[in-house]
């Protein structure tokens, strides 16, 4: 998928193929039984087909948006089966505040979260990629690794890279 152009389009049996190795990254990150392996690879496929009609290119990346559906598949398996307890990272913490201090929290990370996006864009597409990757998907640098099929090295030097150019660009 990394080399899809902008307006090229991809048929589904591409699409599969290109996302075969996140599939299978998380069905191994999640330690899913052999036995069990085929049938969750089926539902991840099914999941990324059903998803297709979902995806809003303005929104972002289609092999990004299919990460994040296909890593919610495993999750879901692995909680319908009790096999082992999810990690620490896969819950998050609500904040309880009045109703109107969230609402004007909202707002602001609205604006705030608009001047990100907008700044991460103007990224090179490779810091940009791993930059999505790590805080918008939350997979880690190994994960980024794996899913573009470069050296964990090379995704932080251009997560490095990345940083420095979201500071400069935000200050």
Not at 30 to 36: G, K
Not at 57 to 86: H, S
Not at 144 to 156: N, Q
């Amino acid at each position: 998928m990394a080399s899809q152009q902008k307006g090229e389009k991809m048929n589904k049996e591409e699409i599969i193929k290109s996302m075969e190795k996140g599939i299978y990254y998380f069905i191994n990150k999640y330690q899913i039984p052999f036995d069990e392996r085929e049938d969750v690879y089926q539902q991840c496929v099914v999941k990324i087909l059903t998803s297709l009609t979902e995806f809003d290119p303005q929104k972002g990346k289609l092999e990004c948006f299919l990460m994040a559906r296909i890593r919610g598949v495993v999750k879901d398996w692995v909680r319908k089966n009790n096999k082992k307890p999810l990690l620490v990272e896969d819950f998050y913490i609500v904040d309880e505040n009045t109703p109107d201090k969230v609402i004007e929290n909202q707002i602001i990370l609205e604006e705030e979260y608009q001047r990100l996006k907008m700044a991460i864009e103007k990224l090179s597409p490779m810091q940009h990629k791993v930059i999505t990757l790590k805080y918008f998907y939350n997979l880690s640098m190994s994960e980024i690794a794996i899913y573009l099929g470069i050296h964990y090295s090379t995704v932080a030097k251009y997560h490095s890279r990345g940083l420095k150019g979201l500071k400069k660009l935000l200050s």
